[in-house]
Every structure is written in structure tokens, then in C-alpha cells.
């Protein structure tokens, strides 16, 4: 049998001989490649199964030399609570509490991994919610033309939510919210805007938002 899976005719080797069995062979079927799904206003959600590390990475444009910083809120059923984001190093642990790392601090976009949030399947049932976040940290006014892009992977499958409605002005964006069900880790795009004020950090008016609770104080990074 051939490899595209067709017969082919027995060819005799001289008079009288007795035929060749044809060889068979067991086809592989190939390995599909994982499709990237877009999660949109109208099909905002998806499930992530089996076990693990959820990735989840964001990337934008190097022309606008903007520092943006990836990060996550993070609530326990136990009432446990924490931000894992490269603003005061709160770097996380997959190994350790919270079960969630964010893997660098990419000041200018020039990298091309850009900033990447890695949360361990395993634990997901110590989970009561997780917010992914991001905001300008400095270098842009706003979104509109930055290129944000997220992409969320697990072995389960990709999906990609674009950063490409921002209003004028907006500063940091609620980007997906997940949350544990019985066996899977509930994702569901949310792309909510938000604006910091002199009296409200984006932190904290996303911490508002969602209600995460947390006491936040002002920080700082040294300059590039």
C-alpha cells in the first residue's frame, strides 16, 4: 500500500515465479495543528482541560516604545490574595504560592517573547478567580496604537484576544477573567477599559471592578 493509502499491482520478477505479497503498512494519521481561536465581543468564552501550564502572553508593537506590564490577580477559595506583576517584583512561583509566574519585565516591546504569565493546572482548585491585566506603565497615551495582542495556551488548545478597541485615554484593560469548574479552568475574555486617576492607580480601579480586595501602595521602577 502506498502512502497515500492506494493499492498498487504486484510486480512479477520472472516467468514462473510465484507472486510477492505486497508489503502492507499501518498509515500514521498526521498530528493536527493546535487552531488558534479568537475570542471576540460575541464568542467571549472558552474551557481549558486537562493538566499543566496555562500561558498566557502578551506582545505589542516595538514602535511605540511603550512599557506595558502584564499581570495577575489572584484569590483563593481560602481568602488568600495576591497581584503577580514585574512592578515591585512580584515575580510569583509555579512550584509555590500563588502558582503563578510572570517570566520577565520587557521595558520597551523590543522583545520579541514580549512578557509571559504562566499559571499551574494542578491548582487550579485552589483558585476562586483570576484576573489577567495590563497597563501602561509609561511611554504611550494610551492603547489605540500600540498592537496588543494576548494569546492564551494550554494543552488544551490557543486562543488569541486582540487589544484593539481602546478608547481615548484608556490606560489599563481588564483583559480575561478565569475561574475554576469541576475539571477545567473557565476562561472568558473581557477586555473591560479603565483610566487611572490621580487618586486611583489602574490597580486599583481594576481591583474595584472585580472585587478582589486588595491594599495596593504606590511603586516605582529605577529608570532604563
Known amino acids: 500500500m502506498s502512502g497515500d493509502g492506494r ?11 510465484p507472486s510477492a ?11 493536527q495543528p493546535t487552531r488558534t481561536v479568537e475570542l471576540t465581543k460575541h464568542t467571549p468564552r472558552a474551557q481549558i482541560t486537562g493538566r499543566g501550564i496555562v500561558q498566557v502572553n502578551l506582545n505589542w508593537s516595538v514602535t511605540a516604545e511603550a512599557d506595558l506590564d502584564l499581570g495577575c490577580m489572584v484569590l483563593t ?8 506583576q514585574p512592578l515591585g517584583e512580584e515575580w510569583g512561583s509555579l512550584e509555590a504560592w500563588p502558582y503563578v509566574s510572570i517570566d520577565q519585565d520587557d521595558r520597551t516591546g523590543e522583545t520579541s ?5 504562566r499559571i499551574s493546572l494542578e491548582k487550579r482548585r485552589k483558585f476562586k478567580k483570576l484576573l489577567v491585566y495590563v497597563y501602561i506603565y509609561e511611554g504611550a497615551a494610551d492603547f489605540r496604537k500600540l498592537g496588543g495582542v494576548v494569546t492564551v495556551s494550554a494543552p488544551s488548545g490557543t486562543w488569541r484576544i486582540h487589544l484593539d478597541d481602546s478608547p481615548a485615554g484608556a490606560t489599563a484593560c ?14 472568558r475574555r473581557e477586555v473591560r477599559w479603565f ?13 474595584r471592578a472585580y472585587g478582589f480586595g486588595f491594599a495596593w501602595v504606590p511603586g516605582s521602577k529605577p529608570p532604563l
Open 7 to 17: 493499492q498498487r499491482g504486484v510486480i512479477q520478477l520472472g516467468r514462473g515465479a
Open 113 to 117: 517573547d514580549g512578557e509571559t504569565l
Open 195 to 207: 483610566t487611572a486617576k490621580p487618586w486611583l492607580s489602574n490597580q486599583q480601579l481594576i481591583d
Open 77 to 84: 477559595r481560602s481568602g488568600k490574595g495576591t497581584a503577580v
Open 174 to 187: 481588564a483583559i480575561a477573567l478565569l475561574t475554576p469548574g469541576q475539571d477545567t479552568l473557565e476562561l
Open 21 to 31: 505479497e505486497p508489503e502492507l503498512r499501518t498509515q500514521q494519521p498526521r498530528e
